[in-house]
């Protein structure tokens, strides 16, 4: 809804490395149940405004706030603990445990440092909450009838909503996806697709960096174009294909 709650601002947020400005000065906001997407060209500085909104790095200067607090600058423990919740661009899953036990493997590793320590520390109360939990969470995202699957042998589809089950453990406000559809079949992507129109259903906002425009297109409801660490322009979906500079700088026509 256009008029919800504002969930997240990004205040001038700026990301050096060295000589290099990843992030230079973006703003953007989000308003709760809505899909925002995130595009631009590879090196735009996408998986680095992730990265500072979820405490992964430190800002060079700016602000984060999320309902009305500033979270930039607490650990992304802490920010994790709010409510915010992400996926990585990269897939990491164990392939010859089951796609339950990934899931809540995953879960139970987000909160705390060591994984091994993590591991062993582990009651059978804990190991039952975690394991139930994750079976709520892929149930969530179409992947009930599979749990008991290794997850070495899942497609790739399968993969990404895996990832997305274990995102969600926690119940997160706000989940942050980096290119869930990367790789995958076209029915894959619908699927996909389904999830996140139920996510956002259901009450949640998402943050969605994705190269692939149909789905970009289809599901969101704002889009922010990054180009160069800058933001260059926000808008809806057709604001954003009808503008000449975003054709100009990123889709190429
Ligand atoms: P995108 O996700 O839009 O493809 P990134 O945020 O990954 O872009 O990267 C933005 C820029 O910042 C790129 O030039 C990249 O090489 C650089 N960069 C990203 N992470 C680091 C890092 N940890 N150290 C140095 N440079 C980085
Ligand atoms: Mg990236």
Known sequence: PADSEVVLQVEAVRKQFGG??????????????????????????????????????????????????????????????????????????????????????????????????????????????????????????????????????????????????RALCGDPALLLLDEPAAGLRYKEKQALATVLRQLREEGLSILLVEHDMDLVMQVCDRMVVMEFGTRLMEGTPPEVQQSPAVRAAYLGT
């Open 20 to 165: 290099l400005v990843a992030v230079n000065d973006v703003s953007f906001e989000m308003r709760a149940g809505q899909i925002m997407g995130l595009i631009g060209p590879n090196g735009a500085g996408k998986s680095t405004t992730f990265n500072l909104i979820t405490g992964v790095l430190s800002l060079t200067s700016g602000r984060v706030q999320y309902r009305g607090e500033t979270i930039s600058g607490l650990s992304s423990r802490e920010i994790a603990k709010r409510g915010i919740s992400r996926s990585f661009q990269h897939v990491k899953m164990i392939p010859d445990m089951t796609v339950l036990e990934n899931v809540a493997l995953g879960a139970h590793l987000r909160g705390h440092r060591g994984a091994l320590s993590a591991m062993l520390r582990l009651d059978r109360a804990e190991e039952q909450r975690l394991l139930r939990e994750a079976a709520q969470q892929l149930r969530r995202v179409g992947m009930g009838d599979r749990m008991h699957e290794l997850a070495g042998n899942l497609a790739m589809g399968p993969q990404r909503l895996l990832e997305i089950a």
